[in-house]
């Protein structure tokens, strides 16, 4: 079964700093992959997503994320990290049927510091 | 694009009544609509997934007769939480998947019920 893995339930960094959200997966074929975000109260946003084209993935608000196979992650990173970019990170995938469901992985929230 | 909206944002119901959520894609159409329940500071939990004209299919330890999913055009799913009880108040979440990989988010309905 596939399954998310988010290391990290708590991030914190400061206004400017690198971010780094990491996601691990697993299953037994690459499957699709997807960073949304969720701001308190609403519902989630899609940063990006990976559909076996090319491994690294630019998405919205400057973030992206590189699909390794060999290490099964798909980790997202923000060279500069702003105040509006605190808020739960969630990374999901979904297997190749497109009415495949989403699985999630238990998120990561990020605490950005001025 | 990909537009989602749930109708209401928020609703107070007393326990023993039902409540209906109602959640459109008001820019495509949705083949597939699914709902999730997330508690707080925790990740979302799909409740069923729903294709347009066929009955729902609710994931283990979902009541089926609690949980009333009905998706009856391309554009519009409801969720129907019948003689609700304070147990069931939660941040319930819909998306909708129109044939491509990613799933596009409503902005969520905050129950609550007294």
């Known amino acids: 079964a596939q399954s998310v893995t988010q290391l990290g339930s708590h991030v914190s960094v400061s206004e400017g700093a690198l971010v780094l959200l990491r996601c691990n997966y697993s299953?037994?074929?690459?499957?699709?992959l997807f960073w949304y975000v969720q701001y308190p109260n609403q519902g989630l946003q899609l940063l990006l997503k990976y559909t076996s084209a090319a491994t690294l993935v630019k998405g919205i608000n400057g973030f992206e994320a590189e699909f390794k196979k060999s290490e099964t992650s798909f980790h997202l990173t923000k060279p500069s990290a702003h105040m509006s970019d605190a808020a739960e990170y969630f990374c999901a995938s979904r297997g190749s049927s497109n009415t495949g469901k989403l699985i999630f992985g238990q998120g990561t929230t990020l605490q950005v510091k001025p | 694009g990909a537009v989602v909206s749930q109708h209401p944002s928020w609703v107070i119901c007393k326990s023993g009544t039902s409540v209906k959520i109602e959640c459109r894609s008001l820019d495509f159409q949705a083949t597939t609509m699914f709902w999730y329940r997330q508690f707080p500071k925790q990740s979302l939990m799909l409740m069923a997934t729903?294709?347009?004209?066929?009955?729902?299919?609710?994931e283990q330890g979902v009541e089926k007769d609690k949980f009333l999913i009905n998706h009856a055009s391309l554009t519009l799913s409801t969720l129907t939480v019948t003689s609700a009880h304070p147990e069931d108040s939660s941040f319930y979440i819909c998306?909708?998947?129109?044939?491509?990989?990613?799933?596009?988010f409503g902005p969520g309905t905050r129950l609550t019920v007294t």
């Open positions: 729903s294709n347009e004209g066929s009955k729902a299919t609710y």
């Open positions: 998306s909708a998947g129109g044939g491509t990989p990613e799933q596009y």
């Open positions: 299953s037994s074929v690459p499957p699709y």
